[in-house]
Every structure is written in C-alpha cells, then in structure tokens.
C-alpha cells in the first residue's frame, strides 16, 4: 500500500505521548530522539519507567543549552547535532523518535538524515516519524508567518524515497487530531512565535495580521484547535 500524505476522513482525537506509548516496545528499550526540543516528549519517555537509555539530539544551540541544565532525568543524555549526522554507533538504538522536527532538516540533508536512521537502528528497530499534516484551523494561522507546505513535502517525498530504497519498510501510518490551547494571543506569541530555533520577524502589519487570524478563535476559555497530524512507522529490515 504507498503512502499517504494525509487522510482527511480521520477524525481521531488522542495524545499522541499516550499514544506512543501504547503503540511503541518500549520496554527495555534503547531510545534515540532527534530534535527533542525542550525535552517534553523525552521527559514523558523516560518517566514512563519502561526505557532502558534515551540519547535526545537537539541542533538548536540555545535549547541544547538549556537541556543541558536538567539533571533529574539520570537515563537520558543530551548532545547537540542533527539528524543528518547522528552520533551513534551502526545497529546501536532499538527506537528512533522523531516529534515534528523531520521537516526542519535542510532539505538536501533529508535523505542522509533517514540513511542515519537506517544506520542506527538495530534489525528490526522502529523509527515513529511525526509530522504535521498541512491542513486545518490552526495551519492556517501559522502558515500566515511560517508556511511549512514546501519542506513537509519534502520530508515526506524522503521518507517515501527510504522506503523504495529498502533501507526502512513502511510498518504503518497512524492519522489523528491533536489538541493545542492557547489562554490568549500572549501566549501564542511566546510559544509559536519567540521560538529559538527559528527567527521570526514579523512586520506590524503581519504581526497584527496573525493576531487577529488567532484572536478569530479565542473564546472565553481562550483557543482550542485540533490539527491534524501523521505518524510513519518504519522498520528497519532485517
């Protein structure tokens, strides 16, 4: 069956920490997370009690920084890199992660980052590939000031690209609808907008243009949207 992009008829609502860890063997597991930003998702993985050992990579430098500074997570290392150059050994991880951060490698980096993933993976392994679908509510607001469409493309064009190349085997996709709240435009800003990883610099106009496309959706208990996402599961043969 090839791939989808997208499937606009699901409908399914979850968490998808929830649903990772009902979906993934996690159990003993040796876990490799790419781009693991502020460590939410890491935390989650390593609360669970169920991983023997997280190695979580974050290219951007101020965040790794910061990463850096928790010491209450004893199974977990932090190292700056990328996905296009993992420091790990060949067949060394039994889980690769990837929480929406295929799309913010370097276009002609894509398929070296997924030959990584394929070097690092034991026989047998997962790599569970995240990635917002380009539709709904809240992807039209943040298209306004940072439109994904060109490079999710292009993340997915590469994972399909892998799998025809055999060097990962499509195991399933999972298609569902994530909740995201905002208390108000404020805290859209500091967590959408003064972001670290990317420099966005908004005109006035564009700035009040975005506001007033969020404020649209704000009701009296703030803003809920319900974006759709993707998850590819792919195995590494063997």
Not at 5 to 26: G, H, K, Y
Not at 105 to 130: F, K, N, T, Y
Request: glycine fraction near 6%; aromatic fraction near 6%; hydrophobic fraction near 45%.
């Amino acid at each position: 069956m090839p791939m989808k992009i997208a499937d606009p008829s699901q409908t399914l609502r979850c968490n998808e920490v929830q649903l990772m860890l009902a979906e993934l063997p996690l159990d003993g597991a040796r876990v490799l997370e790419l781009g693991c930003g502020r460590a939410e998702k890491t935390r989650s993985l390593a609360e669970s009690g169920r991983v023997r050992e997280i190695l979580a990579l974050e290219v951007d430098s101020i965040q790794h920084a910061r990463n850096l500074q928790i010491t209450d997570l004893p199974q977990v290392r932090f190292l700056h890199g990328g996905a296009e150059a993992i420091p790990a050994d060949d067949a060394s991880v039994d889980l690769v992660i990837l929480f929406k951060s295929l799309h913010h490698v370097p276009v002609a980096h894509m398929d070296q980052a997924l030959a990584e993933i394929a070097r690092v993976l034991r026989p047998g392994g997962l790599a569970w590939i995240s990635e917002p679908v380009y539709a709904g509510e809240f992807n039209e607001v943040i298209r306004l000031f940072h439109d994904e469409k060109t490079v999710r493309e292009a993340a997915f064009a590469a994972e399909c690209r892998a799998v025809e190349s055999g060097i990962l085997a499509l195991d399933r996709q999972l298609f569902f609808q994530t909740r995201s709240h905002f208390a108000d435009f404020a805290e859209f800003d500091t967590r959408m907008i003064q972001v670290t990883h990317t420099n966005h610099r908004l005109s006035p106009d564009l700035y009040a243009q975005v506001r007033q496309a969020f404020e649209a959706h704000l009701g009296l208990e703030g803003a809920t949207f319900y974006p759709p996402q993707r998850v590819d599961v792919l195995k590494k043969p063997g």
